[in-house]
């Protein structure tokens, strides 16, 4: 296991020089968005956060750091503090290989398409999308994630966005409880599968080609435990013509995937979604998630997980928008 403090004073580090854990330029992380005729107003904001983008720069730094976990090499972490930080982002960069961050790319564009087919009006900014600086938090940062949320929350407000659309669990939770909590910026936070939701009047219609797949949803920690949202994406499968076939530990009592302990030791967090993915297993359906890092996790404990985006997209009936979103990019 890592020294705890060496990997936090490197991530703090990292996002105080450039607004991201691993120092990568933002022009780098987040291009999914080009080409997709993306308006920049809208009812409301769409904020991803940059998690499903970081995901494939985490299981690089996670291979890397698993390879030296226990061995003599480990110490020498503490020097990487002294790398300047564009240059290791830089180098993160070239080492995540291209089919990784188009599937990441992919989850988001299936978002964007989930939202469209229920007519959510939505706008999308790139430049007003920042890391939430969760990891921090998550790390035990307090002072870090206190001082990175303040200036994130204040380019927003800045803006003057009130309402916003989020992708996963991790900004969800920062922007909807710990934003309000330590600096005080209240917003008004849905996410995607909320908007959904409201979108379609409570629940989907299910469509003829649905397949009425019989599935296991694994609850991320914030969305089960924390937020209490894991009935809204059954209800949502559900009116697809899908069936949910749970494993006990789901909902308020589901166990975690592994993340973000991949941060202190690989071989821990590999431990814990090996653990996780032979209970959701035991059901022998295909299983579903709502969250990058439980996917990342659960695809290298040798799970076959799906996104619960790739079900939305390709399943919600099409409406029309109340409300152009505006011209595109």
């Known amino acids: 296991m890592y020294n705890h403090q060496d990997i936090i004073s490197l991530l703090a580090a990292n996002v105080r020089a450039t607004k991201s854990p691993f120092g990568i330029p933002k022009p780098l992380v987040n291009t999914w968005w080009k080409g997709q005729g993306l308006g920049r107003e809208g009812d409301v904001l769409l904020m991803t956060g940059l998690m499903y983008q970081l995901v494939p720069y985490i299981e690089t730094v996670t291979r890397q750091l698993e390879r030296f976990e226990d061995t003599r090499f480990m110490p020498y972490l503490a020097w990487a503090r002294f790398v300047p930080k564009l240059l290791s982002g830089l180098g993160l960069a070239a080492l995540t290989p291209a089919p990784a961050k188009d599937k990441a790319a992919l989850h988001l564009r299936d978002i964007v398409a989930a939202l469209r ?86 629940g989907a219609v299910a469509s003829p080609d649905a397949g009425g797949a019989r599935l296991t949803l694994h609850d991320p920690c914030f969305y089960g435990r924390y937020l209490e949202l894991s009935d809204l994406p059954r209800r949502l499968l559900g009116g697809l013509g899908h069936q949910c076939a749970d494993v006990r530990e789901c909902g308020a009592y589901t166990s975690c995937c592994g993340g973000p302990a991949e941060a202190v030791s690989p071989r821990l967090s590999a431990r814990i979604g090996a653990g996780r993915a032979g209970q959701l297993a035991a059901t022998g359906e295909q299983l579903v998630t709502m969250c990058p890092i439980c996917l990342s996790n659960l695809e290298k404990a040798g799970a076959n997980v799906l996104d619960l985006s790739a079900i939305l997209a390709r399943g919600l009936p099409r409406r029309e928008p109340d409300q152009a979103a505006g011209p595109g990019q």
């Open 117 to 202: 087919a229920s007519g959510v009006s939505f706008g999308y900014r790139p430049e007003l999308d920042e890391y939430s600086g969760i990891l921090l938090y998550d790390l035990g940062d307090q002072e870090s994630f206190v001082r990175h949320a303040r200036l994130v929350a204040e380019r927003l407000a800045q803006a003057g966005v009130r309402r916003i659309i989020t992708v996963d669990p991790h900004t969800t939770y920062a922007l909807k409880v710990l934003y309000p909590r330590y600096v005080g910026a209240q917003f008004e936070v849905r996410t995607y599968f909320e908007a959904l939701d409201m979108g379609t009047g409570g």
